[in-house]
């Protein structure tokens, strides 16, 4: 009995084994016919959809986020005004990436039509290479200011100054398309004075030449102004000299275009950096100046050192100044009424001036030491490592020409 009953009890077991067998390859079966139909539709409607491949939803959440760009030409005004939105609650740009400038480098390198061949046959279509770079970029703008972001503030627009990539404004709308830019505009003899005079360094900007750095200015601004004009929805032109005269109209401009309520902690941007509140970056050349309230120093200062043979030449060499309705004959310019908010911060500037020329004084000395440290760390490098270094660079040059 007891044979035949486990003999029964094994039988079942047989035969419950073998329909499970049947029914989990029956299931792989079907499984991978419809797995096969997924991937052919995906493939299908990955045409259309760049983000269907997007393993994380990370790209779909790019093409969601409304990120904002402020750009224009370096010394115009654009840390200013990152700076006044940095006050704001629930806005957040941070100091200077640089790392974003590079991948723009990076992608019109890899936008070469032989390059473009090459990645097709490698599987990297445009929307893969579209999807990595918003990937990449979002990770950097969010979280390179972790730190100076209050996690309870839901809904903070992420924004980001690296000045340059308001030469690239098209592409990256079509990376974000709900993103919005401001291009910040000054007066071209006051960005060219302030660039020769504090020796900004702009690759081929020769800096010991006004009319040379005045056409290359010429040039950055036109080519920017074409940039905004052509994604005039999601771009907005302000200037600089109407920001620093009028800093709570513009301000309520801005903030309008970006659809963030306003908020008077925007006029408070020096408590708030005191308080280390907002990112800065000692190595970036306008930290000494956004500290202290905002104020007309740098308004017509330029006028007194610009040469004044350049002045006859101006529309032939700069005529975009014209174009953004700067008065080009006239020295100084009249650039318009100033409000009483920045009259007061004047007047209480005069008062303390110790103090700031105190604090200016500190933030120039630091980067001073950063400076001088990084100097020792090339020098070292160099002593130590000279053909080491040589060879690896040589090598490293060898394998981008590589193919
Ligand atoms: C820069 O400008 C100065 C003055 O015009 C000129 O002497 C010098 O050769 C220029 N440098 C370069 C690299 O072109
Ligand atoms: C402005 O921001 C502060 C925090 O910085 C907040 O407490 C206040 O409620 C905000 N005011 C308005 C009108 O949103």
């Given at each position: 009995?007891?044979?035949?009953?486990?003999?029964?009890?094994?039988?079942?077991?047989?035969?419950?084994?073998?329909?499970?067998?049947?029914?989990?390859?029956?299931?792989?079966?079907?499984?991978?016919?419809?797995?096969?139909?997924?991937?052919?539709?995906?493939?299908?409607?990955?045409?259309?959809?760049?983000?269907?491949?997007?393993?994380?939803?990370?790209?779909?959440?790019?093409?969601?986020?409304?990120?904002?760009?402020?750009?224009?030409?370096?010394?115009?005004?654009?840390?200013?005004?990152?700076?006044?939105?940095?006050?704001?609650?629930?806005?957040?740009?941070?100091?200077?990436?640089?790392?974003?400038?590079?991948?723009?480098i990076l992608y019109w390198r890899l936008s070469l039509p032989y390059e473009k061949i090459r990645l097709k046959l490698a599987g990297i279509d445009q929307n893969l290479l579209y999807s990595a770079m918003r990937n990449f970029m979002l990770e950097i703008i969010q979280n390179h200011q972790k730190k100076f972001v209050d996690m309870k503030t839901k809904d903070i627009l992420y924004c980001n100054k690296d000045p340059l990539l308001m030469n690239n404004a098209i592409v990256i709308q079509k990376l974000f398309p709900k993103a919005k830019f401001i291009h910040i505009v000054r007066d071209g003899r006051a960005v060219v004075n302030s660039l020769i005079k504090r020796q900004v360094i702009i690759s081929n900007f020769n800096l010991s030449d006004y009319g040379d750095c005045l056409k290359r200015w010429n040039r950055m601004v036109s080519s920017m102004n074409y940039q905004c004009s052509r994604i005039s929805k999601s771009c907005l032109t302000i200037h600089y000299e109407q920001l620093i005269l009028n800093p709570k109209y513009w301000m309520s401009v801005v903030l309008k275009f970006i659809g963030v309520p306003w908020?008077?902690?925007?006029?408070?941007?020096?408590?708030?950096?005191?308080?280390?509140?907002?990112?800065?970056?000692?190595?970036?050349?306008?930290?000494?100046?956004?500290?202290?309230?905002?104020?007309?120093?740098?308004?017509?200062?330029?006028?007194?050192?610009?040469?004044?043979?350049?002045?006859?030449?101006?529309?032939?060499?700069?005529?975009?100044?014209?174009?953004?309705?700067?008065?080009?004959?006239?020295?100084?310019?009249?650039?318009?009424?100033?409000?009483?908010?920045?009259?007061?911060?004047?007047?209480?500037?005069?008062?303390?001036?110790?103090?700031?020329?105190?604090?200016?004084?500190?933030?120039?000395?630091?980067?001073?030491?950063?400076?001088?440290?990084?100097?020792?760390?090339?020098?070292?490098?160099?002593?130590l490592n000279d053909r080491f270094e040589e060879e690896h660079k040589s090598v490293n040059e060898d394998l981008i020409e590589y193919g």
């Open positions: 009995m007891v044979v035949i009953r486990s003999f029964s009890h094994n039988r079942q077991f047989y035969l419950l084994s073998k329909s499970c067998i049947l029914f989990i390859i029956l299931l792989i079966f079907f499984g991978l016919i419809t797995f096969d139909d997924i991937q052919q539709k995906n493939s299908n409607q990955n045409d259309h959809n760049p983000e269907i491949f997007d393993s994380q939803g990370a790209a779909k959440r790019a093409l969601a986020t409304p990120l904002l760009f402020i750009g224009g030409s370096p010394r115009s005004g654009t840390t200013l005004l990152r700076v006044l939105l940095d006050s704001h609650p629930s806005i957040r740009c941070g100091a200077e990436t640089h790392v974003l400038q590079n991948l723009m908020n008077d902690s925007i006029l408070k941007h020096d408590q708030l950096i005191k308080s280390g509140r907002i990112q800065l970056s000692l190595l970036e050349r306008s930290t000494e100046q956004v500290i202290k309230p905002i104020n007309l120093d740098a308004l017509t200062s330029w006028v007194k050192s610009f040469p004044f043979e350049m002045r006859s030449k101006i529309d032939s060499i700069a005529p975009m100044l014209k174009h953004f309705g700067y008065d080009p004959h006239s020295y100084p310019p009249d650039y318009g009424r100033v409000d009483e908010f920045v009259l007061r911060n004047m007047e209480e500037m005069k008062q303390q001036s110790m103090i700031w020329a105190k604090r200016e004084k500190k933030v120039i000395d630091g980067r001073k030491d950063i400076r001088k440290k990084l100097n020792e760390i090339n020098q070292n490098i160099h002593v």
